[in-house]
């Protein structure tokens, strides 16, 4: 009895990577992939978040599908890196997708598909430097305080599209993301 004890005391401890039967592997099929993808879709819980992790999940495995019989491991991810940069992609672009593919390989790892070294392996991957050029229309800090002098502080719409200019300028969000926060602008404001 002594000895059996030992036994199952010893197997709680070795390190295991099975889940439901499976066997880690180091080339994924596309169900296996699609299983990850859900898996990490459902960890999210913002919707835009949602949407972007599954545009750059999707186009990870259309990329990865289409290469003959690619393990998933560290060099594959560099190499889909070199892809994403001789796409021009802008050096944000990148690194979210990249970002994208390492939570494909954690949340792989976690269902017991990917081994915990290939896992670790992609997540050590370096994305490319951001040389700090911002892209899109930028207010100045000119331009966004005459914006926000352009309510009426008299009334009291005025007043609360004041104050989610306000909170918009502060925190740089873009015009579709002030719904998330409620509340509708007046139209001489949507268009700014």
Not at 178 to 187: E, H, Q, V
Request: charged share 30%; net charge positive; glycine share 8%.
């Amino acid at each position: 009895m002594a000895r059996w004890h030992l036994e199952a005391t010893d197997m709680k401890h070795k390190p295991h990577y099975r889940t439901k039967g499976r066997r880690a592997k180091s080339t994924l099929r596309l169900p296996d992939l699609e299983l990850a993808k859900a898996a990490v879709l459902n960890s999210l819980t913002n919707a835009d978040a949602q949407r972007g992790y599954r545009h750059a999940i999707d186009e990870f495995v259309d990329w990865y599908c289409s290469e003959p019989r690619l393990a998933f491991n560290r060099t594959v991810v560099v190499r889909y890196r070199s892809h994403l940069e001789t796409r021009q992609l802008a050096p944000g672009t990148i690194n979210l997708r990249l970002g994208a593919v390492r939570r494909l390989a954690y949340e792989a790892a976690d269902c017991g598909l990917l081994s915990a070294d290939l896992a670790a392996g992609i997540r050590r991957v370096k994305g490319v430097k951001n040389l700090g050029v911002r892209l899109g229309n930028w207010l100045t800090a000119e331009q966004g305080h005459a914006l926000w002098q352009t309510t009426d502080d008299h009334r009291l719409k005025g007043k609360r599209d004041r104050a989610m200019l306000c909170l918009l300028l502060a925190c740089g969000l873009r015009r579709h993301e002030k719904s998330r926060i409620g509340g509708n602008m007046t139209a001489s404001h949507r268009h700014s």
